[in-house]
Structures are given as C-alpha cells and as structure tokens.
C-alpha cells in the first residue's frame, strides 16, 4: 500500500528565510505532484515531477524528486506572507490505478 | 472553459438526512475522482469514475456511500444517514483522461456540517 508522509506538519518561518519541506513516499511511483490549498480554498497544481532527478522551479519554490530514496522536496526561497497556505505532496503510481495518494500536508506560516 | 464546478459550496444536514454532492467536470472531461478532507487533514482518496463506471471505489466506506457518473450529467456523491463524522469537505477533481497522463484538476468543494 502506497503511503506518503511530509514533513514538517506545521512550518512557522520569518520572510526571508529558507527552508525545505520533505516528502517521503512508501513505494516506487510515477509521478510525484505538489498543490497549495489556502484555507477554504481548492487545491492549486504547483508542480508535476515524472523522472528521477527531475527539478522544476517557479518564484520563490522550486522542486526537486529522488526516486531512488523515495523522497521530493519543496525548497522554499526568501519567504514572502503570500506564501502561507498548506502545502501537499501527491504520489500516483499504476499499480493504485490512476489516483492519487496526498500526504499529510504542510502548513507554512510566513511572518515579517 | 469553466472549471470544475462543485455544488452545493456549503450544505448543512442533521443526522439522519441524505447529502447529495455534486461535480460537474471541465467540459470534455470524462474521468472524475472523489477525495474527502476532515478538519486539519490531508485528502483522502473515495472514488474514481468513468462516465456510467466506477472504476476504484477502494477508499469509500462500505455503507451508507455511493457514487455515480452517468451519461449525462454530473457526478453525485451520495451519503445516507449523515453522521457528525461524516462532516468534511468534499472535493472532486477531473481530467480528460487517465492522471498518469494528464493534468486533473480539482473544484472548489463542498463544506459538508452534520449536526
């Protein structure tokens, strides 16, 4: 059974500040995807990563999927209050016929 | 091209009711998946459905849930003799053909409260 897991579950980090939130996941996959939900809110697609070693950037974050240790990182750069939301790692895999598993999720809360 | 449409965005019910969900996929797309998210929580995988075929139903409680997508019209999400547990949001998610090998995109949910 295919499980995922984040971690931090709750980020709290100053603007301007680096930091990695770290998805690992239980069993070879397909594709590794990453949403940000704000509270009420859908989930938006940020990033899709297919291959081992795959690195896909936009603004501040940037993504990058190890298949080999089973584990994506969402780096985030130079933290802006616009980037609070909860963010969440989704793996889908074949075998788990076209869904997807989420992790957890991370809520990161940007302060000045 | 309007998105995912998902209604009711807020639906109140008492224990006991029904609660009907319904998703209207992007025009075009004929694969729709359900996933429930409680309070604080990631989403969790219900159902995943082809128009007129429910093709993995593995995350959907064994009573009380059901979902359809027939030939025309939305897909309904349906909860028989709601629960206070049952109180989540409800989101669906479509795309124009398998995940793996499309981008799917998700609505806005719907709030369900049970009191």
């Known amino acids: 059974e295919l499980k995922v897991e984040q971690n931090p579950l709750f980020l709290s980090m100053q603007e301007g500040k680096n930091y990695t939130i770290y998805c690992n996941y239980s069993t070879t996959s397909d594709r590794l995807y990453w949403y940000r939900q704000d509270p009420g809110k859908s989930l938006e697609s940020l990033f899709v990563l297919l291959s081992n070693g795959a690195v896909k950037q936009e603004g501040r974050l940037m993504a990058s999927l190890d298949t080999k240790a089973r584990l994506s990182t969402l780096h985030i750069t130079a933290a802006v209050h616009d980037l609070s939301a909860t963010y969440f790692c989704?793996?889908?895999?074949?075998?788990?016929?076209?869904?997807?598993?989420f992790g957890t999720g991370t809520r990161l809360q940007v302060f000045p | 091209n309007a998105g995912v449409m998902q209604n009711p965005r807020h639906l109140v019910r008492r224990r006991g009711q029904e609660a009907r969900l319904r998703c209207s996929p992007m025009k075009g797309h004929s694969h729709v998946y359900w996933y429930r998210q409680l309070p604080e929580e990631g989403l969790k995988f219900m159902v995943y459905l082809q128009k007129e075929n429910i093709i993995d139903e593995s995350g959907m409680p064994k009573e009380r849930f059901s979902a359809e997508f027939p030939k025309e019209g939305p897909s309904i999400l349906r909860i028989q003799q709601v629960v206070r547990g049952d109180s989540a949001a409800y989101f669906c998610?479509?795309?124009?053909?398998?995940?793996?090998?499309?981008?799917?995109?998700f609505g806005q949910g719907t709030r369900l409260t049970v009191v």
């Open positions: 989704a793996v889908g895999r074949k075998q788990e016929t076209d869904k997807l598993i």
């Open positions: 998610a479509s795309s124009p053909g398998p995940w793996q090998n499309t981008e799917a995109f």
